[in-house]
């Protein structure tokens, strides 16, 4: 049961600061972009933060078996949104899966593509209420050269004052969608007309809640081929998002494992 | 959510999730699981503290924050670190909350501290305006009212010394662990006759909150500025007052006054904006300096522009080194910070000029390198939160008065 009542302008009017204080404060930055929901989201605010235009590159991690609707879609939003488009190819190595398999694969990919083109912060999609272990996470947050996260030690941010940032070679993840819920971000999405992958549409009554690779992804039992009823089914659904990756099936101090490690 | 370790904050906040229905049968039976595995008993408290090694330490490490909603009223829990070391951490969580829930044990060795005292100063100061006040642990007296009534007496003493009034905070008997009057007021104590813990939660945050008083005149943080056709868009955020396209402007510090052609909201041009909004605002004029925390307001400024800074600081370091001042996270280099006044938040203790401690408040007078725009916190939060770092580690944070 997702609350759908919050003010979306405001969430917006949050985010677009955050994106614009970090476009300001780093000096190269990068997006991820998965072409789900989210990062799709936050790529449309960044437009609307920036006079209409993405002023930074988006980094596709391609493990090379993402859906096919998937890569439909970046081709085609990557020519209206005019995106700087940087893909990273991962290899997908079949003897591991779930933990190790995003784990070691996508973070080696990434850290290969931050050093190759030397970005010292990246934008990720992230949202609080996804999982628990991200309840701790804030809007700016060092990640050593490893890209480990020492969630002991964070920045503080009080009013907006940002203390104790240095990254230590390593860079800085930027989270303008920190605040944001499941819930929200499809209204935004209808609000707004936000393209959006077809794959959380339904076909044959399945249809996908949460956008990972082929491999870790499946789809829920649902009807629902419309924006407006995804909203009407997240009101009524108390099963939580990941509830469709098999890497969630794991213990919760995988997942803090993972982000230790520096997988997003 | 403040208080002293072992008070049962986390308990308490694992109840309200559980209440709630944010958690669900499913996390719970998981944490159930891990505890049992971990070989200890389950405490609502591991709903919370989700990183391995806090649930074997038994303590949070940096604020978590959750929504819970509850009767159409959606809130956000910030859990902040009880230690004392980790005070930057309860900085943080104090600057973004609205209302403050204390909790107290009611056991015979633990009631009040100095910790409490502290945490509610600090949240008081950083701008928590209301406090609910939960005395836990009823239950290991029987919902006794005669353990009940000295430490509320006690806890409204307190309240009322740093200046809030009886309508600004209420105090409840509770057992977090018991999961008495927390949703619903429990009829078997007969005795308090006041409202659950979820009740009064509800009603402070429905009460037209803010008591900060809104800056009159139109004001807006620039972030930075890109060009646009030929002309330059402002980017930044609204922070009080109304502006509209055609209205003359002026960016403090510096006095450049320019003329807003255009104002937009996304893609979209908009006839007006107001505080809160993040918009672009055009105009033909350029900027020769780097105008990134400057603020845009109108001649008739109501804020003040100068080099030196009256604020009430509460220090997690002692004043020593290189210190910058941060106001909207833009650093200016301090040149010297005289104390007038030092105020033990912990016991209300104050004493004249002199060293001050980490963990103590100071009222200050800082001179600055250069000038720049500022605002008392009672009249605008953004331009008077301030924050001094050496190096970039916190040495210590508060408001301009
Ligand atoms: N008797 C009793 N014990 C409680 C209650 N609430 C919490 N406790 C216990 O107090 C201890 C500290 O609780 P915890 O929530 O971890 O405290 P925190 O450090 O403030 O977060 C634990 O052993 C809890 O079981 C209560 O209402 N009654």
Redesign the pocket.
Same mark, same amino acid.
């Given at each position: 049961m997702q609350d759908d009542s919050r003010d979306i302008e405001e969430l917006v009017n949050r985010s677009v600061y955050i994106l614009r204080e970090g476009k300001s404060r780093n000096k190269k930055v990068a997006a991820l972009w998965s072409m789900g929901k989210d990062s799709t989201a936050m790529l449309s605010l960044a437009r609307e933060a920036f006079l209409g235009e993405v002023p930074f590159p988006v980094i596709h991690i391609d493990n090379g078996i993402d859906f096919p609707e998937t890569y439909k879609f970046r081709e085609k939003l990557k020519d209206e949104w005019n995106l700087d488009l940087i893909v990273a190819e991962s290899r997908i190595q079949p003897e591991l899966s779930g933990f190790s398999c995003c784990g070691s694969n996508k973070t080696d990919a990434l850290k290969k593509v931050m050093d190759e083109y030397g970005f010292d912060a990246l934008i990720v999609s992230i949202r609080r209420d996804e999982h628990g272990i991200r309840a701790k996470e804030k809007y700016f947050s060092p990640r050593d050269r490893d890209f480990k996260w020492d969630y002991k030690n964070q920045p503080a941010e009080i009013w907006d004052n940002y203390i104790g940032m240095e990254s230590d070679g390593g860079h800085i993840r930027i989270h303008p969608l920190l605040d944001w819920n499941e819930i929200d971000i499809w209204r935004y999405i209808q609000m707004r007309d936000v393209p959006i992958n077809p794959l959380y549409f339904s076909v044959k009554g399945y249809r996908y809640r949460s956008l990972g690779c082929t491999h870790c992804t499946v789809p829920i039992q649902s009807d629902v081929d419309s924006v407006d009823g995804i909203i009407k089914e997240l009101k009524n659904t108390s099963v939580e998002e990941r509830a469709g990756r098999e890497q969630d099936k794991e213990k919760e101090y995988v997942m803090q494992k993972l982000r230790q490690m520096g997988y997003m | 959510m403040l $208080?002293h370790? &072992?008070?049962?904050?986390?308990?308490l906040i694992g109840r309200m999730l559980i209440a709630s229905g944010k958690v669900t049968p499913d996390r719970i039976d998981e944490a159930k699981r891990a505890s049992s595995e971990a070989g200890v008993e389950f405490?609502p #408290?591991f709903l919370l503290d989700t990183f391995s090694d806090e649930r074997e330490l $038994?303590m949070t490490f940096d604020n978590t924050r959750v929504q819970i909603s509850h009767e159409d009223t959606l809130f956000e829990l910030i859990d902040v670190p009880?230690h004392e070391e980790l005070m930057k951490s309860m900085l943080s969580g104090s600057s973004s909350a609205d209302i403050g829930v204390v909790?107290v044990s009611a056991k015979s060795d633990e009631g009040i501290t100095d910790q409490t005292r502290r945490h509610v100063y600090v949240a008081k100061m950083f701008g928590v305006s209301r406090f609910v006040v939960a005395v836990?642990?009823m &239950?290991?007296s029987g919902f006794n009212e005669e353990t009940f009534k000295p430490l509320k007496a006690e806890i409204g003493d307190f309240l009322g010394n740093i200046g809030l009034r009886k309508q600004d905070f209420e105090i409840i008997p509770i057992? #977090?662990? $018991?999961d008495v009057n927390i949703i619903r007021r429990d009829a078997s104590v007969k005795w308090y006759s006041g409202r659950s813990l979820f009740e009064s939660l509800v009603a402070l945050a429905h009460e037209s909150g803010n008591p900060h008083s809104l800056p009159p005149d139109p004001r807006l943080i620039i972030q930075s500025v890109i060009p646009r056709n030929g002309a330059t868009a402002i980017l930044g955020r609204v922070i009080g007052g109304e502006i509209k396209p055609g209205m003359k402007m002026t960016v403090f510090p510096g006095s450049q006054d320019i003329d807003v052609t255009e104002i937009l909201k996304g893609m979209k041009k908009a006839e007006s904006a107001h505080k809160g909004e993040s918009v672009a605002l055009v105009t033909a004029e350029s900027f020769g300096g780097d105008v990134r925390g400057s603020v845009l307001s109108v001649r008739s400024f109501t804020g003040k522009v100068s080099n030196s800074i009256r604020a009430h600081i509460f220090f997690v370091e002692p004043l020593h080194g290189e210190l910058s001042l941060l106001l909207m996270d833009v650093p200016v280099r301090v040149l010297k910070v005289t104390v007038d006044e030092v105020i033990d938040p912990s016991s209300g203790r104050r004493r004249k000029g002199g060293e001050v401690k980490p963990l103590e408040t100071a009222i200050v007078r800082i001179t600055l390198g250069k000038e720049i725009a500022f605002d008392t916190f009672a009249r605008c939060r953004e331009l008077g939160g301030i924050v001094l770092a050496h190096n970039s580690r916190l040495v210590g944070s508060g408001i301009v008065i």
């Open positions: - | $208080g370790k &072992d008070h049962g904050k986390s308990t405490e #408290a $038994g009880g909790v836990n642990k &239950d290991l057992s #977090a662990r $018991g």
